[in-house]
């Protein structure tokens, strides 16, 4: 690959058929940095977690309401057996969102008929999300943004599976990791931690701690089903900040889960904690519930953080996103994303050195990899996850607009559902989690199914338009020979040079 | 109660003795034998699937959790199996379905996705091989028998390696044309990793005709699909399922029982799709690890250590549950909280595996688990 096209294809997020490629490549990709819009009007207009969080208050209040009318309706409700439904059991990237939490018995058919309102609704949500983020990345001008704040929303995965996720899922990417992905590391991880797709999806909204006012007041009614929930906190570390096996302890994921105890979200909470978290705010904000937190000082990997209320887990947050583990553990992320599955140790160290100089400032981080020579090496260093095929083969068509339920259906059967890794380390980004048969298989069934409705595009005078001075000779043949203007757009749309970048 | 006599004959003798049985005359030769591997991705509480209701400080540990066992026929007088699983029991009644408890990898630590590496790669750390213990279990096999399938979109780490391995799961996508596909085939011939990739994803489309149609979203489906694509006599004799939705750290007692009969069903579904192949059949079901004996402050479990492994399947020697039983007592746990380990997962699978195809169990050892390779497997188990 030339220049032109590793900037158009391995940073950004593939060529559009009908631009001309960049005459200066590294200067394009800089001038970026500074022409990124974070609210562009697909964004602006998608929905928010606030209008989302209101939709699930509003369905939750209404199953109260309805559950104190049963049970002033009917005083001895006899033991319903359990719904015979079976929710199945899914493989990781099955089709379909999943309800993550086994149905109530069906008591009525009023709760039921709620409940299914409130998936659609959520699920709408969730292709809205799905359309915005499709439709921002076909009109871009700042493609090679756009890559990093879809590489930033990985790193800190959620998974629409559980009714409480699945509208909000995307609205974390949009408000806690686009106006951040031009800023400090610090400021993106503690927008993610109050982001309310993150306190609900690792359980941190359901976490009381069992010293807290409120946990104490449990205890002493003889309830013993409240207490901490260490699922979050883990996850920061392991996951967000240090990195697995970097010399925190059991008792150090405890201890900071104790100081997490009061971060949770109002109005749509659930569990012994939502009344407490509930006071304040409107349904879907941040809320310290200091009714919820664990009271005292915590000492984790050896430093005390005396008791602060809220700013005790900022504290720690504030720490770990500055650390070397830190840089080591997310830099070795980035340069695998641009440079290759075993990214080079002196990118890597390079990487490094910038995050820890700068304090985790992010544009600094990239124009060290802009100018670092293992990032442009000519021969296609990754194999493209199903979502950047996707995308690269809209942009390649000159496509402007996404269906949401289209999207969403096409990424199910590629693969890689948006927002919904089935687990909080994300996805993969090596190719032997994308390069299997069957996958193969899809995109080239997908392709075909692109290039029907795109039939009046000569892929022979696109090619080069796409891979510019990258088309190797057995692709110019094979598209040259093939029997219609739609077959050898398909062909191109799965040629070993555009599954890679 | 406890197969102590199993554990034992582990020893030298039990590597022995398994040297020479009759079954080392088949070690080369073609047979009927099918494996499969279910993978619980991120931790199944095995004290939640077989239950030590026995243990004196069972119901106090588990509180809710472990209501769901009250009326729960016992397997033994120590254990009793989630009334979930039904089509299970009766593999049980039936001796065709053996259990594992206080089991666990060489992984000591909590991360789901350093464990899930370890107990794929088949090494005691997480990282230091790169390649999978099914897929190395192919080159031990006769040619005619070393055909391994995915039933994903994709490759597992398990079943990652040097050799050839397929994978397939049902599209939705419309079926791309035949033309097409033969000038992709003609695309990819100067391109290694994709013509292997792409011949692997030919044949496996010449299997499963129609199939593509079915669907397959659930658990039966899958477990119907898995027999689909092992019944043929060129079929895989090797597959592997992946299932997630384990990590129950909040209502775990509504979703392990939904998780369970999930399970059973897609368990139940490869039993009928194998028809009489289910008699040459190994089913395994294993996890990461397992989790809390404590329940948390919302209802579910953290992570732990030990967990429960099944072994299913008419060439199982089943109708008994296999555990050195560490107890539940606060003292007897590992670091405090987790049920202690006291069987070794590599040594199970080891014996299970060579038990299974007739290998040499210090050979499979060495293949499947080249860093525990001395370890003795356990026998009896086939």
């Known amino acids: 690959m030339i220049k032109a096209a590793i900037a158009l294809n391995r940073f950004g997020l593939g060529a559009r058929g009908d631009q001309p490629p ?56 006899a033991a319903a057996p ?52 499709a439709t921002n990345a076909l009109v871009t001008d700042t493609p090679f943004v756009e890559r990093l704040v879809y590489f930033w929303a990985n790193h800190f995965a959620v998974s629409a599976d559980k009714l409480t996720v699945i509208g909000l899922a995307g609205t974390l990417e949009f408000e806690a990791i686009r106006p951040h992905v031009l800023g400090t590391f610090r400021d993106m991880l503690l927008a993610v931690e109050q982001h309310p797709a993150m306190l609900l999806y690792l359980d941190q909204a359901v976490s009381v701690g069992p010293g807290s006012p409120l946990g104490q007041r449990i205890a002493a009614r003889g309830n013993r089903k409240v207490g901490l929930n260490e699922n979050l906190a883990r996850e920061i570390l392991e996951l967000h900040t240090l990195g697995v096996r970097t010399g925190y302890t059991q008792a150090d994921v405890t201890e900071f889960a104790r100081a997490m105890t009061g971060w949770t979200v109002a109005g749509i909470g659930q569990g012994p904690g939502a009344r407490a978290a509930g006071t304040d705010g409107m349904p879907g904000d941040f809320v310290f519930a200091a009714a919820l937190h ?56 390079r990487l490094q050195k910038a995050f820890l100089e700068s304090g985790g400032d992010l544009p600094t981080v990239y124009r060290a990899l802009i100018a670092s020579p293992e990032v442009w090496v000519e021969r296609p260093l990754k194999f493209k996850t199903p979502w950047e095929w996707t995308i690269s083969s809209m942009r ?45 298989l899809r995109r080239v069934e997908a392709a075909e199914r692109f290039a029907s409705r795109a039939a009046t595009i000569d892929a022979r005078a696109l090619a080069p338009k796409v891979l510019p001075g990258s088309v190797s000779p057995a692709t110019q043949t094979a598209l040259a020979n093939c029997e219609s203007p739609a077959q050898a757009l398909a062909l191109l749309l799965v040629a070993p040079e555009f599954l890679r970048r | 109660m406890y197969d ?83 089509r299970v029991q009766a593999l049980y009644g039936a001796k065709q379905a053996l259990f594992a408890h206080a089991v666990a990898s060489p992984y000591r630590d909590r991360s789901h996705f350093d464990g899930q590496n370890v107990l794929e790669s088949g090494g005691t750390g997480a990282y230091q091989l790169k390649d999978g213990w099914m897929n190395r279990l192919l080159g031990v096999l006769p040619p005619t028998e070393a055909k391994a399938i995915a039933v994903s979109a994709t490759v597992p780490l398990a079943l990652r390696g040097a050799r050839d391995v397929s994978s397939y799961a049902p599209s939705n996508l419309p079926q791309a044309s035949d033309d097409l596909l033969q000038r992709v085939s003609m695309l990819y011939a100067g391109d290694s990793q994709l013509h292997a990739l792409w011949s692997e994803a030919m044949g496996t489309r010449a299997l499963t005709g129609d199939l593509a149609a079915g669907g397959g979203a659930n658990a039966a ?70 989790r809390t004996v404590a329940v948390n402050g919302t209802g579910g479990t953290d992570h732990g250590t030990a967990s429960s492994a099944m072994l299913l399947g008419g060439a199982v020697r089943g109708g008994r549950v296999l555990a050195d039983w560490p107890g539940l007592a606060p003292t007897a746990l590992f670091e405090g909280r987790d049920l ?24 499979a050892m060495a293949a499947l688990f080249p860093s525990s390779k001395g370890t003795a497997v356990v026998a009896g188990l086939v």
């Not at chain 1, 664990?294 to 947050?317: C, F, N």
């Not at chain 2, 039990?14 to 993978?39: H, M, Q, S, W, Y």
């Not at chain 2, 399922?241 to 979703?255: A, L, P």
């Open chain 1, 294 to 349: 664990e009271p005292g000082d915590r000492t984790i990997m050896g430093k005390l953080y005396p008791a602060g209320g809220v700013e005790q887990a900022r504290a720690v947050l504030q720490d770990v996103s500055i650390a070397p583990a830190t840089a080591t553990h997310v830099m070795t992320k980035l340069a695998r994303h641009f440079a290759g599955d075993t990214p080079p140790p002196a990118l890597v160290a």
């Open chain 2, 340 to 363: 202690r380990p006291t069987l070794q997962l590599d040594a199970f699978i080891g014996g299970a595996v060579a038990g299974h195809f007739g290998v040499e169990p210090a050979k």
């Open chain 2, 221 to 290: 489906a899958t477990g119907a699909l898995a027999a689909r694509l092992m019944a043929p006599a060129n079929g895989a004799r090797i597959a592997m399922i992946e299932t997630g939705g384990w990590d129950t750290h909040t209502g775990q007692r509504g979703r392990l029982s939904t998780q369970l009969k999930g399970l059973d069903a897609m368990i139940g579904a490869l039993q009928s799709g194998l028809g009489p192949l289910w008699a040459d059949t190994m089913v395994l079901v294993a996890t990461e690890f397992g």
């Open chain 1, 396 to 440: 390649a068509l000159n496509l402007k607009t996404a269906d949401g339920q289209a999207m969403v259906g096409l990424l199910n059967q590629l693969g890689q559902p948006t927002w919904k890794p089935g687990q909080p380390i994300g996805y993969d980004d090596i190719a032997a989690s994308w390069a299997g048969p069957d996958a193969v």
């Open chain 1, 22 to 77: 960049p005459p200066d490549p590294v200067n394009w990709l800089i001038q970026q940095l500074t022409a990124f819009d974070p609210r562009p009007d697909s964004i602006a207009n998608a929905p928010t977690s606030a209008t989302v969080a209101a939709g699930l208050a509003d369905y939750f209040r209404q199953q109260r309401a309805m559950r104190m009318e049963l049970a002033r309706r009917a005083p001895t409700p």
């Open chain 2, 4 to 86: 102590r006599r199993a554990f034992l004959g582990a020893g030298v003798a039990g590597a022995v003795f398994a040297a020479l049985g009759p079954r080392l005359a088949f070690a080369k030769a073609e047979t009927d034998k099918r494996f499969v591997f279910i993978i619980q991705r991120g931790a199944a509480d095995g004290l939640g699937i077989v239950a030590p209701v026995g243990d004196p400080a069972f119901a106090g540990a588990r509180g809710d959790l472990a209501l769901d066992f009250a009326s729960a026929p016992k397997l033994d007088a120590l254990f009793a199996l989630h009334p979930a699983m039904a």
């Open chain 1, 82 to 133: 359990m719904a015979a439904m079976t929710v199945p059991l899914q493989p990781p990237g099955t089709p379909g969102i999943a309800a993550a939490k086994p149905e109530k018995p069906a008591r009525d058919d009023a709760m039921k008929q709620a409940r299914q309102f409130a998936q659609r609704t959520n699920r709408a949500d969730y292709a809205g999300a799905v359309a915005a983020r």
